[in-house]
Every structure is written in structure tokens, then in C-alpha cells.
């Protein structure tokens, strides 16, 4: 694709996350460090994923079920390391609380806590869309344009660039309810992220039916909203509960 | 084909046309406005782009170099692909420089050691190169490469008879190359035979009793009969050709084969080699032999459609049976002539089949057992386009300077004109001092040496000189000042070639989609400041 046309692309996948970084991490260093810890362990995950399954290619795309084994397994290891990636922040949290306490400043507040969270979300996000968005952009640069059979309203680079912005939204809000529902033990919340996450991951498939796009990648950004709206209410819930606590 | 156009024109392989015709239909009913398939063509050529346009000029800029024989190696500009495929589309390539030079041979050998050179020669001639529009598809089957294989043939059938030695006349067979190209071959060997040049050693132009040259005969069936037509320039001292052939006719009668002059009507000689000996001695004796009368034959002349298809081995059997009966008359000069041992000359059909099978076809092409038992080559596909001189021309090239059907032909009449067959011994040192050639140096260990009288010719045009490192051009004769019978032809200088398809995207488009990139960031960006408000705000209320 043109020069023109390829920045556009990158901007639609990766646009909000850069306004996001500028706004909001931007402002504070500990959270640029874990952004970019994130967006490492995140690759890492990606890397080790398509090593494993290397193995099993050339995966017969006639079928459907091969392909949703591996999303199923991809999506299954994510979480895990999800779980994981919680756990080193709680200990990291506690260091830094303990720190806090021997200087006598105050711990990390409640609003502190949700943007790590969000960058850490964000570095997932940033993540996939290099793995699955921009990789496919930087060498394809020339004169000529590509489509694909399946999806053949609009160029390839489009599509993978409006799906890599639906899964940078589903991945950076995730993280932020997914570390709220495991600090309170909200099973409602630790169920939700991988479901949602799942359920995109399946979305992606419907692409493969003969123009399944237009109906695919619709489903995808109601994930997204989905996703979007119950961080929303649940982080509208928490500061206005932690408001009321602080005053009473 | 001698118009100049100012677009390139490429020929692709059967695959790679279906390719694009499927691509042009999806141009006609696209359903997308913002997309058009596009072609990008990647050649260039360096007269074109110095902006030397006539061989005079790009011979001086060094931008192109003189067509005909011999060269060293590939030059550095220009690259040797063999199939350059990009994307879908194939282009197939000979590329590169194939070189060549003229073959002659006596049969027999003709004894260096003796200075008793006074045998007349009967001269054979025919040519191995072609042209067409497309440098690399230039087969050339009817014309000439169908007279090249009767020759060849023609040489096998005269080999196995015995008692040459003992003939009137000596036999010369002699294969020009560049014939296409404005005769520059007949003309430089012409040019070497009056300079008495070390690669003309042994033949002198007093001694030159008659030519017989072979044009194109792969067509000449007519429904069952070969017929094949004498043209001439000088009747009268052509009148033993054709008594000779009229004998050899009879000797044929059961196959079919009849030879009859051209129609009086149209008078003299076709385009061919003799035009050259004419030239030079307007009372040179001598015939063509052609498979048409007052019209070509062949409708694919100079074109790349002339392949194997074009042509009918039995016509190409005939005229080679009739040509060696032919010399074989002429060189015994009527002395002790019988019919048994006329008759007893044959051609082998199953060496035509197996020459048109190896110099027209790419299957087995040049990988086929004949040609493989001579030489070394990397390539399948035959082709005869003269190539181009790199260098500087010498009567004793390097085999590896020579061309791949040059090589062969040179091989092929050094081993069926050697004598006496079986005396043959490892190829050494002094093997040329014997009066020897090596033979199937390339392919059987040092070779073979065996007692031949077999020399390459170079062949370039008569108005190039090769001095200091570079070609110089010789001015016209001065009864000919447009150069007409003198052309000097010369190929550009090249890069690699190719092609390749795709499709592209209207230019707004993709400003569009820039625009879209740039709204999503900026919506974005609106709606994380609002939210921070909101939250900073409702924050403070309590």
C-alpha cells in the first residue's frame, strides 16, 4: 500500500492507543515501565504461542475446528498469564505499599492502582496489534493494494487494522477489570475477562465464511463496547464507593 | 519487423498470457471503482537511454555491441536470467549473450602437409541462424535451420561412402551464421577467403568451382511428393548443377522426389547466402535449393510462430537425399559414376527426426543424447539468434566463446567428415600438428582426436574493425553509401527484463483512509479528555 494509505492503517489500529499513552501514561514514569513490561510479556506470550504451534502448520483452512483449537488454547494460555501477571503486580504492590510506609507518604490510592492496571491492558493491546496489524504493514509497502476473496469489499489492510483497534480495546479495558475483580474477589469480573476474550477470539472465525466480514467484525466491536461499558460501570462503581468510604 | 516502435512489446509463456487475460476480464467487470489492475513493464535499454539511436553512434558510446560471433563472457551491465517470474507472471528468458561463429569442413580432410592444393572445391553452404521479432523464440524451422539439417544429414549420408579421396573434386560443406542479419556471415567469410586469413586455410577463391547452397526445405510436401525448386542466377554455368541434380532425381524416382528450376519468370536468386558470392563475382556458379518456386512457402518466415510444426521431416530427408546424391555427382566430375553407387547413398532418417527433436523442440531440446555426446550445455531450449561479439574475433576461439549450436555443428561435421574412422587417440598437444581436431573436449574427458579439416569462421559485418578495445565503424563503400548492402547491426545494451501485474488503489482512497486514521485518533482522544473530566468532576462533588 501507499505511504498515505499505511499510515492511516496503523492510526486506526493503534490511534486511541497512542492518545491514551500521551493523556494519560505519559504523565506518570511508573506507569510508561509498566507499559512497557506489558507490552514484552504480552509479545513473549504471542511468541510462544505461534513456536508451539508451529509445529501443527500448515493447519487445513477448510475447515473451521482446527482453527478454533488454536484460539481456544491461545486464549486459555493468555489467561493464565494473566493470572499470572496479577500475581507479580500484587507482590509489586505490597513492595511498594511497604516502601511508602517506611517514608511515611501515603500507599497507592485507588485511581494509582486502576492506571496500572490500564497500562497494563494497554500494553497487551499494543502487543496484539503489532503482532497481528503492523507486522502485516511494514512490508507491504509499494503501489498496489490487496484484497482478499472472502472479504472483498474492502482492502486486507483495513480489515486487520479495524479488527486489531476492536481487540486493543477488548485487551485494555479487560485488564482493568480483571485486576479489580481478583483484588475483590468479585467472581463476576474474573469470569467475565476471559469469557469476553474468548468470545471475540471466536468472533474472528465468522471472517472466514465467503463476505462473513461484514457480520464478523460488526460482533467484534460490540465486544468492545460491551467491554467498555462495564469498565466503565464497574470503575464508576468503585471510586464512588471509595468516595463515600473516605468521607463516613 | 524492421519498423521502429517507440513502446516495448513482450511475449509471455501459454501460462503467464492466461494469467493476464484473466486479469483484463477482471478489469472489464470490476465492481469495485476505487481499483484497477496495472501493469509495470522494468526494461531498459541503454541506447535508449543515452540517446545513441543508430549503431554508429551507440558502437562509439559503448552502448551497444556488434551482432555476429564469438564473445568471452557475459558483459557487466547486462544480466543472464533464465526464467524471471514475479508474482503470477512468467516471462521466459534466454537472456544473456549467445555467441557464434561459421563452421566449414572438407570431406576429406584436406592434407595440409601437401602443398598441392589444386583440387576444385564444390561448396555446400546452408545457415544456422534465425530471427524473429522476439530475440529469444527466434527457431527459425523452415527458414533456415530445415537447409541446415539436409546439410547435416546430407554429410552423414556422404561420410559412409568410401574412395572420396579419389574424387575430382574436393567437398566443402560450410554453415554461416548471422545470415539474418544482413548476411554479415557469407560477407565476413567472403572478406576472410580474400584476405587468405588463418581460419580459410586450405581454401582458396580460384579454386572455388561451384556453390550449392541449401535454403529452406522443410516444406516442400505437396501431397505426398517432395518437390524442391533450383533457383539461379547464371544459367549457363550453372547447367552442370543441374545435370546433377536431374541424376540424383533419377536415382530417387521411387520416393517421390523431384526437383525442377525455378519459373523463368522470375529470374535469379531469393534472398540467400549466394547474393554475397554473387557479389562478389557475378559469374559465380551457382544454385539455390528451395522448397518454393515464385512465393515463399513458408507464412511464419521471420517470426517466432516458425517452429517444428512448420515444417515435415520427410521433406527435410528428401532434400538431404537428394543433396548428397547431388555432390556426390558433382565431386566424382562424371568419372567412373554408377548407379550402385549412387543408390548406395542414404540418408538416416532417424538422425533428421532426432536433429529436428534437438535444435526445434525444448523437449529433449538440447539435453538430447546427439548433442549431449558432443557438448556441455546448461541450456534445454534451443535458439538461433546470432548473439552478439564481445571482444575481440579470432579465427581460434576458446570453445567456451562459442555458441551452443555453433559448438555442436562444429563437433558434428569434425567427426563425420574425420577419417579414417576408428584411428582415433586422446586428445593432446599436438593433435593440430597431425592435421587434427579435438572433438567432444567437452564431454569425454580431454577428447578425442581425430584427423579433420574442421575451423570456425568469425562472423561479424565487413564494416566493423575491432581496434584498441573497441569497434570501430568502417565507412560504406562508396557505390553503396546508405549502407544497404553493408548494414552494421548492433543490440543494446539490457538490464533484466520483466513484468509484473497487480492491482492499485485510487489515490483518494487512500487519502480516505488516512482521514479515517486521523478521525479515529482525534474522537479518541475527545472522548478520554471527557472522560477525565466527568470522573475528576464527580470526584470533587462529594
Not at chain 1, 511515611?104 to 486502576?114: A, Q
Request: aromatic share 8%; charged share 15%.
Amino acid at each position: 500500500m501507499t505511504v498515505a494509505a499505511g499510515i492511516g492503517y496503523a492510526l486506526v489500529a493503534l490511534g486511541p492507543s497512542l492518545t491514551l499513552f500521551v493523556s494519560v501514561i505519559s504523565k506518570k514514569p511508573f506507569l510508561i515501565l509498566t507499559l512497557l513490561s506489558s507490552t514484552l510479556v504480552w509479545l513473549i506470550s504471542l511468541i510462544i504461542l505461534s513456536g508451539i504451534w508451529r509445529a501443527f502448520l500448515p493447519l487445513n483452512s477448510k475447515t473451521w475446528w482446527p482453527l478454533a483449537i488454536l484460539i481456544f488454547t491461545s486464549v486459555a494460555f493468555q489467561e493464565g498469564l494473566r493470572l499470572l501477571f496479577w500475581k507479580v503486580y500484587k507482590r509489586l504492590e505490597d513492595i511498594l505499599d511497604a516502601f511508602a510506609d517506611r517514608v511515611s507518604k501515603p500507599r497507592l490510592y485507588l485511581t494509582d492502582k486502576m492506571q496500572i492496571a490500564l497500562a497494563g491492558g494497554l500494553g497487551h493491546g499494543v502487543a496484539h496489534a503489532v503482532f497481528f496489524c503492523l507486522s502485516l504493514l511494514t512490508p507491504a509497502f509499494g503501489p498496489a493494494t490487496y484484497f482478499v476473496d472472502r472479504c472483498s469489499q474492502i482492502p486486507f489492510f483495513l480489515v486487520s487494522a479495524i479488527i486489531a483497534l476492536a481487540f486493543v480495546t477488548v485487551h485494555t479495558f479487560s485488564m482493568v477489570i480483571a485486576f479489580n475483580g481478583y483484588s475483590e474477589g468479585n467472581k463476576v469480573d474474573q469470569v467475565f475477562v476471559p469469557s469476553v476474550h474468548l468470545a471475540a477470539g471466536m468472533m474472528t472465525l465468522i471472517n472466514f465464511a465467503s463476505g462473513g466480514c461484514i457480520i464478523g467484525i460488526p460482533l467484534l466491536f460490540l465486544m468492545a463496547i460491551l467491554t467498555l461499558m462495564h469498565c466503565g460501570r464497574m470503575v464508576w462503581r468503585r471510586l464512588t464507593e471509595n468516595q463515600r468510604q473516605g468521607n463516613s | 519487423m524492421w519498423k521502429s516502435y517507440n513502446f516495448p512489446v513482450f511475449l509471455l509463456s501459454e501460462s503467464s498470457t492466461s494469467t493476464l487475460q484473466e486479469i483484463a476480464m477482471k478489469n472489464e467487470k470490476t465492481e469495485r471503482a476505487y481499483t484497477t489492475n496495472v501493469a509495470e513493464f522494468d526494461v531498459v535499454m541503454q541506447t535508449t537511454k543515452v540517446g545513441t539511436h543508430d549503431s554508429e553512434s551507440c558502437l562509439k558510446e559503448e552502448t551497444c555491441l556488434p551482432l555476429g560471433g564469438y564473445s568471452r563472457k557475459k558483459m557487466s551491465f547486462a544480466n543472464r536470467s533464465d526464467v524471471y517470474s514475479y508474482g503470477d507472471i512468467t516471462i521466459l528468458l534466454r537472456g544473456g549473450m549467445l555467441r557464434g561463429g561459421s563452421v566449414w569442413s572438407a570431406l576429406p580432410p584436406i592434407d595440409r602437409l601437401s602443398s598441392n592444393q589444386s583440387k576444385p572445391i564444390i561448396l555446400a553452404v546452408a545457415s544456422m541462424d534465425a530471427q524473429s521479432f522476439f530475440r529469444d523464440k527466434s527457431l527459425g524451422a523452415d527458414s533456415p535451420i530445415s537447409g541446415m539439417i539436409s546439410l547435416l544429414a546430407a554429410v552423414d549420408a556422404l561420410s559412409h561412402v568410401d574412395g572420396l579421396d579419389d574424387l575430382n573434386r574436393q567437398l566443402v560443406f560450410l554453415v554461416f551464421t548471422g545470415e539474418a542479419w544482413g548476411y554479415l556471415g557469407s560477407r565476413r567469410f567472403l572478406l576472410e577467403l580474400d584476405q587468405q586469413s588463418d581460419a580459410v586455410h586450405g581454401l582458396k577463391s580460384t579454386l572455388m568451382h561451384l556453390v550449392m547452397e541449401i535454403g529452406s526445405t522443410g516444406r516442400g510436401l505437396n501431397q505426398g511428393n517432395k518437390t524442391f525448386f533450383a533457383h539461379t542466377e547464371v544459367s549457363s554455368a550453372s547447367n552442370e548443377t543441374l545435370d546433377a541434380l536431374k541424376l540424383a532425381q533419377e536415382s530417387l524416382k521411387s520416393d517421390g522426389v523431384t526437383i525442377s528450376t525455378a519459373n523463368s519468370s522470375n529470374p535469379g536468386v531469393p534472398p540467400s547466402s549466394m547474393m554475397a558470392f554473387l557479389r562478389k563475382n557475378s559469374s559465380t556458379s551457382g544454385i539455390v535449393l528451395e522448397d518454393f518456386d515464385t512465393i515463399f512457402a513458408n507464412k511464419f518466415y521471420h517470426s517466432h510462430l516458425d517452429d517444428s510444426a512448420n515444417i515435415n521431416s520427410s521433406a527435410i530427408v528428401a532434400a538431404a537425399s537428394l543433396v548428397a546424391r547431388t555432390l556426390y555427382v558433382l565431386a566424382s566430375d562424371n568419372k567412373n559414376l554408377t548407379s550402385s553407387a549412387l543408390s548406395a547413398i542414404n540418408v538416416n532418417a532417424s538422425l533428421v527426426e532426432e536433429l529436428i527433436s534437438c535444435m526445434l523442440d525444448c523437449n529433449p531440446g538440447l539435453s538430447c543424447e546427439l548433442v549431449k555426446s558432443y557438448i556441455s550445455t546448461t541450456n534445454t531450449c534451443p535458439n538461433h539468434y546470432v548473439g552478439v561479439v564481445l571482444g575481440e574475433p579470432s579465427s581460434t576461439p576458446h570453445p567456451n566463446q562459442v555458441d551452443d549450436i555453433s559448438r555442436f555443428v562444429w563437433n558434428f561435421l569434425a567427426d563425420r567428415t574425420s577419417t579414417p574412422k576408428g584411428d582415433t587417440s586422446v586428445c593432446s598437444q599436438d593433435c593440430g600438428k597431425k592435421g587434427g581436431v579435438c572433438i567432444r573436449a567437452e564431454t569425454d574427458g580431454k577428447g578425442v582426436c581425430v584427423i579433420s579439416t574442421t575451423r570456425y569462421v568469425p562472423a561479424y559485418s565487413t564494416r566493423l574493425k575491432f581496434d584498441s578495445g573497441t569497434w570501430q565503424l568502417l565507412p560504406p563503400n562508396s557505390s553503396d553509401p546508405m549502407g544497404m548492402l553493408d548494414p552494421v547491426w548492433t543490440e543494446s545494451n539490457w538490464n533484466t527484463i520483466g513484468l509484473r501485474v497487480y492491482t492499485v488503489q485510487d489515490a483518494a482512497y487512500d487519502r480516505l483512509v488516512l482521514l479515517g486514521g486521523i478521525t479515529v485518533t482525534v474522537l479518541a482522544y475527545l472522548a478520554i479528555l471527557l472522560t477525565r473530566a466527568y470522573i475528576t468532576k464527580a470526584l470533587k462533588q462529594d
